[in-house]
């Protein structure tokens, strides 16, 4: 179990998706967000989205990230759940990389190819501060909103008992981001 955890206070939040309820966990320099309804359903459904700062706020049509997360909320808000938002940037490599990425792909690279060849993995992400919030939950089986083969891999403390897809319509833009992630990442798409 992790140690020296910051978690704040359980407030309400009403989004254009529903309303839920916010509590934030600070693990160092990382600040993670559990929004969830109340109450949660025994096994809730649960996305553990990783922050993309370009998809989420401006509505960047290179990704799929912007859409998922407002599919996401609001099929949580019918269902009951939890969205974990995970604030390890373009799969954890940060928003100057991820910048010098796009970069690369400006001149033909691909998603995987521009963080080889900075010199990152395809995905750098971890997951230890998902286990720890799920634990402090207490969820012990949860549905597992994803496409990600290694989300379901690597997400430990609680049970995957069901794995829902998240489809969203390909742009113009982010069908070949979403072909490599299918192609490159084992995505289930
Ligand atoms: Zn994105």
């Not at 509505?59 to 099929?75: F, I, N, P, V, Y």
């Not at 496409?147 to 982010?174: D, F, H, L, W, Y």
Request: aromatic share 6%.
């Amino acid at each position: 179990m992790k140690q020296n955890i910051e978690i704040s206070k359980i407030a309400t939040l009403p989004t254009r998706n529903g309303t839920f309820k916010i509590q934030a966990f600070k693990d160092g320099i990382q600040e993670n967000l559990a929004i969830f309804t109340d109450p949660l359903p025994e096994i809730p459904m649960v996305r553990v989205h990783s922050e993309c700062v370009t998809g989420d706020v401006f509505g960047s049509q290179k990704c799929d990230c912007g859409s998922q997360l407002d599919a996401t909320m609001k099929m949580i808000a019918q269902n009951g759940g939890m969205l974990i938002y995970h604030r390890q940037e373009g799969r954890n490599i940060g928003l100057v990389n991820k910048v010098n990425a796009y970069a690369l792909q400006d001149q033909g690279y691909n998603t995987v190819e521009a963080n080889v060849h900075l010199g990152f993995n395809a995905d750098e992400r971890t997951y230890d501060a998902i286990e720890f919030i799920l634990n402090y939950f207490n969820l012990k089986k949860i549905k597992l909103i994803t496409n990600n083969p290694s989300k379901i891999a690597n997400i430990k403390g609680a049970q995957i008992v069901e794995r829902i897809p998240m489809i969203t319509e390909p742009t113009e833009c982010n069908k070949d981001y979403l072909s490599v992630k299918k192609a490159k990442m084992g995505h289930m798409l």
